[in-house]
């Protein structure tokens, strides 16, 4: 075996100093978000009751293509960033590919996914601003459980809703949350209105993040001194997770090669918005063909069968109209244990992204996920989280293609969290106790009938 380099490690100081706006490069802008009663379009301001000022500012930006990331957020990045870029020499053997396969490891935050990188720069712009209160929802738990750091290190009061099934499958991550301090209530619940009345009209609901981010944003509209925070979907979110991408960068050139497709599983779109957008500027600036593939749950197909219209972002409809692809904010996923990827649309400005084709899209059922997995755990020797299986399953795909093809093509995803407090669904997985979970075209034909027409 040759002397090979396995893994790309970047000094601290090269924790970016910046993040990557996209929406400044994109030729098309996206449309904006509309207020729901008067469906006039929202300005900055109109976000601040709800969100940190500077959050919203983020939000709403078109010009600026690089943002300052302040000092206090690049000191905790520091905690653990910058995370490795790794070849997957054993996955490549495994498959016998001729394809050379990158991963960005995300998954090594002490929290175990990318969501920390958000998580600190809301937490510490709700700070500056003299918030004491926050609120949020987590499906699977990872953002709750980052957020429940960044919320004890800048020493603020949090309440999560955690959809109740995850609440029930992953004990350990509301543990974790609770460890940090931070007060975890299973959503639907009776705390708020929009929790009542699900439950009113179906008492056994296994809750969706839609469900939950109506009880979170309910809860902050009504407490003092409180913002509501939001895991990702939003574009200050995706702002934030570009310091996956922008390292990313810098690691391949140390590879000395440049990825031909690169690939994330898509929830909200953050971690792929985040390893992807830096690497879509140089195709929107310099003509690159780099191809961007998003994986999601067959289960939940928002962007490979859904439709691109305005939505709204929660279950009860208390959140601006978003122009997305979406299954309908009444759209309850099946309960795969990808509980990051059950939501019912897609981030704006992915949504604009893919309707120009700037990227692609693929749906991936949950057997195969947890396959790929598995492969990837034994090859590499890291157990990955079942949403990042998603990614890892898209990324096999492009490299068994290869193989027919004898393309030695350069493949890059991101790890997006390992799994190791998920183990209770890989135990489902192998004793043969999961199954796969399709739409029909005719329930998402009768799902998107429902979702009313704005604009
Ligand atoms: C939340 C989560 C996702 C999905 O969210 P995105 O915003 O689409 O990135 C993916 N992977 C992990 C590990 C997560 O925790």
Request: overall charge negative; charged content about 20%.
């Amino acid at each position: 075996m040759k002397n090979r380099v396995k893994r790309y490690i970047l000094p601290e100081q090269d924790v970016p100093t910046q993040w990557y706006n996209i929406v400044a490069d994109m030729k098309t802008k996206p449309m904006l978000p509309l207020n729901p009663a008067t469906k006039q379009p929202l300005t900055a301001a109109d976000l601040y009751p709800l969100f940190a000022r500077e959050l919203a500012d983020q939000e709403m930006n078109e010009k600026d293509a690089f943002i300052d990331i302040p000092d206090e957020v690049r000191e905790l990045y520091k905690n653990y960033r910058c995370t490795p870029l790794v070849r997957a020499y054993e996955l490549e053997e495994a498959l016998g590919t001729p394809a050379h396969i990158y991963f960005k490891n995300e998954s090594v935050s002490p929290i175990g996914s990318h969501k920390i990188n958000s998580a600190i720069p809301q937490a510490y712009y709700c700070k500056k601003e003299g918030i004491t209160n926050i609120t949020t929802e987590t499906g699977a738990g990872q953002w709750g459980a980052a957020l429940s750091y960044a919320a004890s290190a800048f020493d603020l009061e949090l309440a999560v809703y955690m959809v109740k099934i995850s609440y029930e499958q992953k004990p350990y991550r509301r543990s974790i949350m609770q460890t940090f301090g931070a007060q975890v209530i299973p959503s639907p619940s009776m705390s708020t209105k929009a929790g009542r009345k699900v439950l009113t009209n179906t008492p056994n609901s296994s809750g969706s993040l839609g469900i939950a981010i109506s009880e979170a944003v309910e809860l902050a509209m009504n407490t003092e001194n409180c913002k509501y925070t939001l895991g990702s979907v939003l574009n200050h979110v995706t702002l934030h997770q570009t310091v996956i991408g922008l390292e990313a960068i810098k690691q391949m050139e140390m590879t000395g090669e440049y990825p031909d497709v690169v690939i994330g599983c898509f929830g909200g779109g953050s971690n792929f918005g985040g390893i992807s957008f830096p690497f879509m500027r140089n195709n929107i600036k310099n003509g690159y063909k780099t191809r961007f593939v998003a994986a999601e749950p067959a289960s939940c197909p928002k962007l490979t069968k859904g439709v691109f219209q305005y939505d709204f972002g929660d279950e009860a409809g208390y959140t601006p109209l978003l122009p997305m692809f979406t299954l309908g904010h009444n759209f309850s996923p099946a309960n795969i244990h990808a509980g990051g990827l059950r939501y019912h649309g897609a981030g704006v400005i992915a949504s604009q992204l893919l309707k120009d084709k700037m990227m692609e899209a693929v749906d991936i059922p949950q057997l195969e996920s947890f396959e790929a997995g598995c492969l990837f755990a034994r090859a590499e020797g890291i157990v990955p989280a079942p949403e990042s299986n998603h990614a890892i399953a898209a990324a096999i795909r492009e490299a068994n293609a290869c193989k027919e093809s004898g393309e030695k093509k350069v493949i890059l995803f991101n790890l997006s969290g390992h799994g190791l407090i998920d183990m209770a669904s890989y135990d489902r997985y192998l004793t043969g106790d999961l199954t796969n979970h399709f739409m029909s075209d005719d329930d998402i034909a009768k799902n998107i009938e429902k979702i009313e027409k704005f604009v």
